[in-house]
């Protein structure tokens, strides 16, 4: 290591150890550091042990010998008062702080942190407060307004003409680990004298908050010279060295911390994952590659060989064919790419690209998920459950526990069937936690089903979730009860009719139906003063979707349709004169959507009122008949009318021959298309199978004018442009073929070609049965 180490000027080459305590400089989460410090400790054996770390985490020590506990975990301090602000300091098995730490508790010798309190970080404005997950090589403040911090690895590798500091750093550490060190304390030495020449360069190198925790850490390591003499080592970033080891008087050091802001704050061990220490997830620390420095620190010997083996066995549970004579070749061309290269050993980059020529046959897409895997990794560390919580943690723990729905830092889909009960237990726990805004698990598209016992979650465990749930900690003690005052609450805040319309759809999926009269209150308040038959009919979904979730989870709804009932009849009275009201293109297509929304819930509201379905019906047929109402809601409501039964084909067929009658002007025409068949409704099927239709639309095209036919283009071409490409073929071939060479029209008495003129139960019958194995209804 001493060789690959850049001669910088200015370097007073002092050891360490020299006249004081043993202060052992490191690169955190480096396995080549956990490895040196280690062996030094062996050699030196101090009586006390002092580590770069927060002083509130001394009480919490004693839980990593605990055997519940398995890395990487963190420690996690927040502000008593507002748990949001929070600071992690995570510890993989690789990094040196977890090793030092390891052990001391092994020995019985006294560990300490003497990094500055997290009480005065916490308490600091944001902009100068320390990085929320800890130091780099270097330490964790934040740069100066307008300065770029200094990296002192790529300082280093630059020097020793490396362009990647992680390269040089394989090269000098990583690698360099097997066999006997004759001198443990020589890696620290050259490196101390390293980062003395940068500090003497760049101060401090952009990070002006460094000079108040060195300040701290002094004061914390005279104290342990006054109990333990000189015989301590400290563990540090390599970057505090020289200032640790600078003569400062005692005065100096308490005027830097004198007046420093403080606040309450309480601090536990949380899990923590790979994925989360790597430098792509936003950690300031992080490393490019912690799934492999596991794999170096673990791999005692033959770690390249180790490595590909792992990466084969992963590309097997994939489905790709790898034998062992791929490993072996892949591990031939890492060590030949290595010595062209004129590295040591081979590293990360030659096994990957040994892998990808080798095993990906040349491809990255299976390479990416090596890297993804395997190069980062999720793995989730755990903690004993001795560790400090806050109620809520422990009920959220107790209830994961019993239903056997385990937190992991991978990402992975789970598949609920509401009629079983422990599946319909997990479903309210993750709807109970999103009321939280603890967002463990995330809704998506089911691929199993569309039916409302089916839901699919798409999970992952994320660290900063353990500060979401301290936060929600002041709602309640218990998931439900917190959930239940997070929705009350909700609801007396909310200003708007969507807003708590959407709560309520919430409330039911969470099956908060303590929360439900609050919110029904707030709901019933709201619709009683709003008269926007927009903002009336946009609630009126949300309000049917909740009635139908509530159905099958069992939750009694009953005052919720009655709600829904009356919005309805207020929907039913306003929407007529708003849509007649002088709307311009983007208010109709507003109320557009707003009309098949309100279509739909109505459906699913039939048995909530008397005569619903029916006196919604008059509402569209007074849209459909109405002059004054833009074409693109006049052609919706016949779609809906024809779509339901309650309109002929005759009529449907006499109210488009008026929308596109050579009076209706060209661009509301265009509209009356689009309502009609538009919107990825199936209107293009519709007029394959209706060749009168297809025939008045050709008809009405043809007799545009040309500047009119310039306006009304786009309209045409986002309707038509929304078909699939089977429907829009064979819309050419009818066009092309022109009127006199079609088919039979649908209801002229003859069945259209391909179609035989009466149904054939038997094939429907077959068909039937296949759509009830489809949906579960056997």
Same mark, same amino acid.
């Given at each position: 290591?001493?060789?690959?180490?850049?001669?910088?000027?200015?370097?007073?080459?002092?050891?360490?150890?020299?006249?004081?305590?043993?202060?052992?400089?490191?690169?955190?989460?480096?396995?080549?550091?956990?490895?040196?410090?280690?062996?030094?400790?062996?050699?030196?054996?101090?009586?006390?042990?002092?580590?770069?770390?927060?002083?509130?985490?001394?009480?919490?020590?004693? %839980?990593?010998?605990?055997?519940?506990?398995?890395?990487?975990?963190? =420690?996690?301090?927040?502000?008593?008062?507002?748990?949001?602000?929070?600071?992690?300091?995570?510890?993989?098995?690789?990094?040196?702080?977890?090793?030092?730490?390891?052990?001391?508790?092994?020995?019985?010798?006294?560990?300490?942190?003497?990094?500055?309190?997290?009480?005065?970080?916490?308490?600091?404005?944001?902009?100068?407060?320390?990085?929320?997950?800890?130091?780099?090589?270097?330490?964790?403040?934040?740069?100066?307004?307008?300065?770029?911090?200094?990296?002192?690895?790529?300082?280093? $590798?630059?020097?020793?003409?490396?362009?990647?500091?992680?390269?040089?750093?394989?090269?000098?550490?990583?690698?360099?680990?097997?066999?006997?060190?004759?001198?443990? =304390?020589?890696?620290?030495?050259?490196?101390?004298?390293?980062?003395?020449?940068?500090?003497?360069?760049?101060?401090?190198?952009?990070?002006?908050?460094?000079?108040?925790?060195?300040?701290?850490?002094?004061?914390?390591?005279?104290?342990?010279?006054?109990?333990?003499?000189?015989?301590? #080592?400290?563990?540090?970033?390599?970057?505090?060295?020289?200032?640790?080891?600078?003569?400062?008087?005692?005065?100096?050091?308490?005027?830097?911390?004198?007046?420093?802001?403080?606040?309450?704050?309480?601090?536990?061990?949380?899990?923590?994952?790979?994925?989360?220490?790597?430098?792509?997830?936003?950690?300031?620390?992080?490393?490019?590659?912690?799934?492999?420095?596991?794999?170096?620190?673990?791999?005692?010997?033959?770690?390249?060989?180790?490595?590909?083996?792992?990466?084969?066995? %992963?590309?097997?549970?994939?489905?790709?064919?790898?034998?062992?004579?791929?490993?072996?070749?892949?591990?031939?061309?890492?060590?030949?790419?290595?010595?062209?290269?004129?590295?040591?050993?081979?590293?990360?980059?030659?096994?990957?690209?040994?892998?990808?020529?080798?095993?990906?046959?040349?491809?990255?897409?299976?390479?990416?998920?090596?890297?993804?895997?395997?190069?980062?990794?999720?793995?989730?560390?755990?903690?004993?459950?001795?560790?400090?919580?806050?109620?809520?943690?422990?009920?959220?723990?107790?209830?994961?526990?019993?239903?056997?729905?385990?937190?992991?830092?991978?990402?992975?889909?789970?598949?609920?069937?509401?009629?079983?009960?422990?599946?319909?237990?997990?479903?309210?726990?993750?709807?109970?936690?999103?009321?939280?805004?603890?967002?463990?698990?995330?809704?998506?598209?089911?691929?199993?089903?569309?039916?409302?016992?089916?839901?699919?979650?798409?999970?992952?465990?994320?660290?900063?979730?353990?500060?979401?749930?301290?936060?929600?900690?002041?709602?309640?003690?218990?998931?439900?009860?917190?959930?239940?005052?997070?929705?009350?609450?909700?609801?007396?805040?909310?200003?708007?009719?969507?807003?708590?319309?959407?709560?309520?759809?919430?409330?039911?999926?969470?099956?908060?139906?303590?929360?439900?009269?609050?919110?029904?209150?707030?709901?019933?308040?709201?619709?009683?003063?709003?008269?926007?038959?927009?903002?009336?009919?946009? $609630?009126?979904?949300?309000?049917?979707?909740?009635?139908?979730?509530?159905?099958?989870?069992?939750?009694?709804?009953?005052?919720?349709?009655?709600?829904?009932?009356?919005?309805?009849?207020?929907?039913?009275?306003?929407?007529?004169?708003?849509?007649?009201?002088?709307?311009? $293109?983007?208010?109709?297509?507003?109320?557009?959507?707003? =009309?098949?929304?309100?279509?739909?819930?109505?459906?699913?509201?039939?048995?909530?009122?008397?005569?619903?379905?029916?006196?919604?019906?008059?509402?569209?047929?007074?849209?459909?008949?109405?002059?004054?109402?833009?074409?693109?809601?006049?052609?919706?409501?016949?779609?809906?009318?024809?779509?339901?039964?309650?309109?002929?084909?005759?009529?449907?067929?006499?109210?488009?021959?008026?929308?596109?009658?050579?009076?209706?002007?060209?661009?509301?025409? #265009?509209?009356?298309?689009?309502?009609?068949?538009?919107?990825?409704?199936?209107?293009?099927?519709? =007029?394959?199978?209706?060749?009168?239709?297809?025939?008045?639309?050709?008809?009405?095209?043809?007799?545009?004018?040309?500047?009119?036919?310039?306006?009304?283009?786009?309209?045409?071409?986002?309707?038509?442009?929304?078909?699939?490409?089977?429907?829009?073929?064979?819309?050419?071939?009818?066009?092309?073929?022109?009127?006199?060479?079609?088919?039979?029209?649908?209801?002229?008495?003859?069945?259209?070609?391909?179609?035989?003129?009466?149904?054939?139960?038997?094939?429907?019958?077959?068909?039937?049965?296949?759509?009830?194995?489809? %949906?579960?209804?056997?």
């Amino acid at each position: 290591m001493e060789g690959l180490l850049p001669r910088l000027p200015g370097g007073d080459g002092v050891s360490p150890g020299a006249a004081g305590p043993l202060l052992l400089g490191v690169r955190h989460h480096g396995p080549g550091s956990a490895r040196a410090v280690r062996a030094a400790l062996d050699r030196a054996r101090p009586r006390a042990v002092l580590i770069e770390g927060p002083p509130e985490g001394d009480a919490l020590l004693a %839980l990593a010998a605990e055997p519940g506990m398995r890395p990487p975990v963190a =420690l996690l301090a927040h502000a008593a008062d507002d748990p949001a602000r929070a600071a992690f300091w995570p510890l993989a098995e690789f990094s040196p702080e977890w090793v030092a730490l390891r052990w001391a508790q092994e020995r019985d010798v006294p560990v300490r942190f003497i990094d500055l309190p997290a009480a005065h970080a916490l308490a600091a404005p944001e902009e100068e407060a320390p990085g929320a997950e800890g130091p780099g090589t270097g330490a964790p403040g934040a740069p100066a307004a307008g300065a770029l911090p200094v990296d002192p690895l790529a300082v280093l $590798a630059e020097t020793a003409g490396y362009e990647d500091p992680e390269l040089w750093w394989e090269d000098v550490v990583e690698h360099r680990g097997g066999g006997a060190v004759r001198d443990p =304390l020589a890696p620290f030495e050259a490196l101390a004298e390293a980062m003395g020449a940068l500090r003497e360069t760049y101060g401090d190198g952009g990070r002006p908050r460094d000079l108040v925790r060195e300040a701290h850490m002094r004061q914390r390591i005279r104290a342990a010279r006054r109990e333990f003499g000189e015989d301590h #080592a400290v563990v540090c970033g390599a970057w505090h060295v020289p200032a640790l080891r600078a003569r400062t008087t005692v005065a100096a050091d308490r005027a830097l911390l004198a007046g420093l802001p403080r606040t309450r704050v309480e601090t536990t061990w949380v899990p923590w994952t790979h994925r989360r220490l790597a430098r792509a997830g936003g950690y300031g620390a992080g490393i490019t590659s912690p799934g492999w420095y596991a794999h170096l620190f673990a791999a005692r010997d033959r770690p390249v060989e180790r490595w590909l083996t792992r990466v084969a066995g %992963l590309l097997r549970e994939e489905g790709r064919q790898v034998s062992s004579a791929h490993v072996i070749e892949a591990v031939r061309l890492a060590g030949t790419l290595a010595a062209v290269r004129g590295r040591p050993v081979a590293g990360l980059a030659e096994t990957l690209e040994a892998a990808r020529a080798v095993m990906c046959d040349g491809s990255d897409v299976p390479l990416a998920l090596v890297e993804d895997r395997l190069v980062v990794g999720d793995v989730l560390g755990e903690v004993p459950d001795a560790a400090p919580a806050v109620p809520l943690q422990r009920d959220l723990t107790r209830r994961q526990r019993s239903l056997r729905l385990r937190a992991e830092a991978r990402e992975r889909e789970l598949e609920l069937d509401l009629r079983k009960d422990t599946d319909a237990a997990k479903s309210l726990l993750l709807h109970r936690l999103r009321m939280l805004g603890v967002d463990w698990g995330v809704p998506t598209a089911s691929r199993g089903g569309t039916g409302t016992f089916r839901e699919t979650w798409r999970l992952r465990w994320e660290p900063e979730l353990s500060v979401r749930v301290a936060e929600a900690g002041i709602w309640g003690t218990t998931v439900p009860g917190a959930a239940t005052a997070r929705a009350e609450a909700e609801a007396a805040r909310a200003g708007d009719l969507g807003e708590v319309t959407a709560l309520a759809e919430r409330c039911l999926l969470a099956g908060l139906s303590e929360a439900l009269p609050a919110v029904l209150r707030a709901l019933a308040d709201l619709a009683a003063l709003d008269t926007d038959a927009a903002r009336l009919a946009g $609630a009126l979904p949300a309000l049917a979707r909740s009635l139908r979730y509530g159905d099958v989870r069992g939750t009694d709804s009953a005052a919720l349709a009655t709600v829904a009932a009356g919005l309805a009849e207020r929907i039913c009275v306003a929407l007529p004169p708003a849509c007649a009201a002088g709307l311009d $293109a983007d208010g109709a297509a507003q109320l557009r959507g707003h =009309l098949d929304g309100v279509h739909g819930a109505v459906a699913l509201l039939d048995g909530a009122g008397e005569g619903l379905r029916e006196r919604w019906s008059a509402v569209l047929r007074k849209l459909a008949g109405r002059d004054a109402v833009p074409g693109l809601i006049r052609g919706r409501a016949v779609r809906l009318l024809l779509d339901d039964g309650r309109l002929p084909p005759e009529e449907t067929a006499r109210l488009m021959g008026l929308a596109l009658s050579p009076a209706a002007p060209p661009a509301d025409a #265009a509209g009356w298309i689009e309502g009609f068949a538009g919107g990825g409704s199936g209107g293009g099927t519709l =007029l394959v199978h209706d060749e009168r239709l297809l025939g008045l639309v050709d008809a009405w095209l043809v007799a545009v004018p040309e500047r009119a036919f310039v306006d009304v283009l786009p309209l045409l071409r986002r309707t038509f442009g929304a078909y699939e490409p089977g429907v829009k073929r064979t819309l050419g071939e009818l066009a092309r073929r022109g009127p006199g060479a079609r088919r039979t029209p649908v209801g002229a008495g003859a069945a259209p070609e391909g179609f035989a003129p009466d149904l054939d139960p038997a094939r429907a019958d077959a068909a039937a049965e296949v759509a009830r194995l489809l %949906l579960g209804t056997a």
